[in-house]
């Protein structure tokens, strides 16, 4: 034989479920709301670094002249692309997990809403065939006795609470309910938006990937022009590279000397007997690995550091002992960290040159137009160095930008912060 539940029973158990989901409702909320607000920053920082491309792109469009660095460019912003429809997947998906959830959860106070409604009815109508609200008096004082009298009283209190509880519990669910169903709206609206940016990102991407390969074809149809332009680039970089060495090993040679007479008249503390080639500039640019701001206001990496090979000439490697950053026509440089210039320098092919020493550390700015500092000036940080050289040919703004440790090229993307 089936038990039938009671009204206090099941009023009880869907308190209680209530109250398990009330509790449990803000940490599942805060860990869904994280999780989205994740990929929301994603998608809004992919956004920004394609639409800050685009304008780079757009400038030098302008220039009939295709170089490897436009090539490049639109490498970097394919890749940008792709990682922003493969955030805006993750986003939908993450919108229709949040929507399943949501629609169990309003089936199911759907259902508690219409058992609760039916069973307050049941008791209302009982109430109404028994008199219970116009004839409670009347039902307490017919007692045979005062115990009983009492007995009646406490009864009818407890009815009228347990009712007054249920009408509460109604309209409790019935607002958790309407605020289901509006988000479950709101989150079809967000999809629908979602889904449309997919489209139109998969079509740019489309034309992006059409233009790489256009530029790719016209690039190796003009590869011995390429070859001779490599075999340059390396005589410059390697003129640029030994007058930095030249500086730097000048600027060790002055420090080191520094060095001597005071550490023969102070005593030395713990740390610096720990590593004693770090000084206390040394030792605040190291702690900043990682954080130090970048050299320029905007800007997007177009050429890494290391050895890599060539992207359109097959058989031949480009090694880079810093990062070429692009940026806007007119843009200044900027001190990553405060620091002495030790170097000042002009070459024709890679122009003015900064150096900035930080204890054993050194920072170099390369592909100045103009300057604002010259050798010996104490800068600090993100003070304005000078004004980056812009190819008038090609309409390409890149600063070129290094790290080193006493003689050791570093890579520098190690120590900027993440954009």
Known sequence: MKTKTTPIKRLSFLLFALLLIGLNAPALHAQNSAERQKLENKRKKLQKEIAYTNGLLAKT???????????QAILRQVEARQELIETLREEVDWLD?????????????????????????????????QKLNDN???????????????????LLRQYRRFRKRQAALIADTREMLQSRIQKLEERKAEKTK????????????????????????NLRRDEARLKKELQKKKADQKRLSNAIADIIRKAENKRKKEERPAASNTTASPAANANPAMDAPSRRFFSLRGRLPWPVKKGVVVEEFGTHPHPTVSGL??????????????????????GVVVG??????????????????????????????????????????????TNPQTRETELHFEVWRNKKHLNPSVWLKKK
């Not at 002249?65 to 090539?71: P, S």
């Not at 070459?347 to 300057?371: K, P, R």
């Open 61 to 71: 469009r302008k220039s009939k002249k295709i170089t490897t660095r436009r090539y």
């Open 97 to 129: 997990r949040d929507m399943q959830r949501d629609s169990l959860v309003a089936e199911a106070l759907k259902d508690d809403l219409k058992q609760l409604e039916e069973e307050y009815g049941r008791i209302l109508r009982a109430a109404f065939r």
């Open 136 to 154: 409670s008096w009347l039902f307490v004082l017919s007692a045979a006795g005062i115990n009983e009298m009492l007995q009646r009283w406490l």
């Open 194 to 217: 979602l889904l449309e940016e997919e489209q139109a990102q998969s079509e740019q991407l489309a034309r992006e990937l059409s233009e790489k390969d256009r530029l790719l074809r």
């Open 317 to 338: 490697s480009i090694t880079n002992n810093g990062i070429d950053i692009k940026t806007d026509p007119g843009a200044k440089v900027l001190a990553v960290h405060q």
């Open 344 to 389: 000042v320098h002009f070459i024709s092919s890679s122009h003015y040159f900064v150096i900035i020493q930080h204890g054993i550390f050194y920072t170099v700015y390369s592909n100045l137009e103009s300057l604002h500092v010259k050798k010996g000036d104490k800068v600090s940080k993100g003070q304005a160095l000078g004004t980056i050289y």
